[in-house]
């Protein structure tokens, strides 16, 4: 079944660790076995065999850096300690999409509606050969740091960005994570251009308080790309019922992280990986649909590589692959082929129709 995740941090691991992912995950394990990378990031969990093999036809790529304070450790290499250098950072991840689809004719970079449909047919095609299938790039910026004012929005756009999370930790944009606070002036101003473009707002990492402001004053489409209901993950991190409703009613949709930490209370990094199933992660898809009531407002956004891997994923995952294991899963709750389908593409294919110019 076609897989649309809505979170992984490619260009991240690509200019931090050298990653290579034209290389499948066990090659990339291979020439990493000998490194320190797996210390600093886990096993990787992806590859472009995988994706294929996973029918992943479009992911959500990310642009993503941390503030120097909350820089994930000393061989963080994208950390910023200004807005500047979040520019040079986030622009260098941009322009490594831009020269993936140079070096890979079977990816794409997704930034009007017509690309979207190219890539969607070599999966629906049933004339298709393996070779012909496309993997498309939606860039997302995790954080807007990288953007020095909010008019300068225009010009990201122009370089193929669709869409903006308006923090990570915090940022002068919004309160975040790790930094609870509003939406600020400028935050406001930058979801004003946004909206002029028709971008798509990403919710998730923002503090409470910013949540709902978001929810409440951004006209244009919003998501959650990568965040799990508060029931599994239960700090400002996750979203309370509260928050999943209202980004229900805005027709928003919430993507479930597979990551352990993510899906069992006082889970660790370091402790087996066996202690979570991978049946968790079908329950926290199955709960924003019993909140929300249907299955239109729920997919998968796996965070992939992003600060964790093989080691703290639930048991069951190997690569990206392995998500095509939720299907039986959530057919043994209830779910039909058709539900699933939403679940696992059409829901996000619907909000990227909303955000993408013809």
């Known amino acids: 079944m076609l897989l649309v995740d809505a979170h992984e941090d490619i260009a991240w ?31 990787t969990l992806l590859g472009k065999e995988n994706w294929l093999q996973g029918q992943v036809g479009i992911i959500f790529a990310t642009l993503f850096a941390a503030p120097v304070k909350f820089a994930l450790g000393g061989w963080d290499t994208q950390a910023y300690n200004d807005t500047k250098e979040a520019h040079q950072h986030l622009s260098a991840q941009l322009d490594v999409y831009h020269k993936l689809v140079d070096q890979d004719s079977q990816f794409r970079l997704i930034d009007v509606e017509s690309t979207l449909n190219t890539v969607l047919h070599t999966w629906t095609d049933p004339q298709a050969d393996a070779e012909d299938r496309l993997i498309g790039l939606v860039a997302l910026m995790e954080g807007a740091d990288a953007i020095r004012a909010p ?35 400028e935050g406001f101003e930058l979801m004003e251009s946004m909206l002029d473009l028709g971008m798509l ?39 309370s019922d509260e ?11 919430v993507g479930i992280v597979p990551y352990n930490r993510f899906l069992k209370p006082g889970w660790q990094n370091g402790d087996p990986r066996e202690q979570v199933a991978l049946d968790e992660v079908a329950a926290a898809i199955d709960h924003v649909c019993q909140i929300t009531g249907n299955a239109y407002h729920v997919g998968i956004g796996t965070d992939f590589d992003g600060g964790f891997g093989l080691e703290s994923v639930p048991d069951g995952i190997v690569t990206i692959s392995d998500i095509q294991k939720l299907i039986p899963l959530l057919k043994e709750r209830g779910y039909d082929d058709s539900q699933i389908a939403d679940i696992f593409a059409n829901n996000w294919i619907r909000m990227l129709r909303t955000g993408l110019p013809d």
């Open 243 to 253: 928050m999943i409703q209202l980004l229900a009613e805005r027709d928003g949709v």
């Open 201 to 239: 707002l990403d919710l998730s990492h923002l503090s409470e308080e910013a949540y709902f402001q978001a929810v409440e004053r951004y006209e244009g489409q919003i998501i959650a790309s990568h965040s799990n209901p508060r029931r599994f993950l239960p700090t400002v991190r996750g979203l």
């Open 151 to 185: 008019e300068e929005v225009y010009e990201w756009y122009e370089r193929g960005l669709r869409i903006i999370g308006l923090a990570w930790s915090g940022s002068r944009y919004a309160g975040g994570t790790q930094q609870p606070g509003p939406i600020t002036s």
């Open 13 to 43: 691991n690509i200019l931090t660790f050298n990653r290579d992912y034209r290389w499948s995950a066990a090659e990339i394990r291979q020439r990493e076995a000998n490194s320190e990378t797996p210390s600093h990031n886990g096993n």
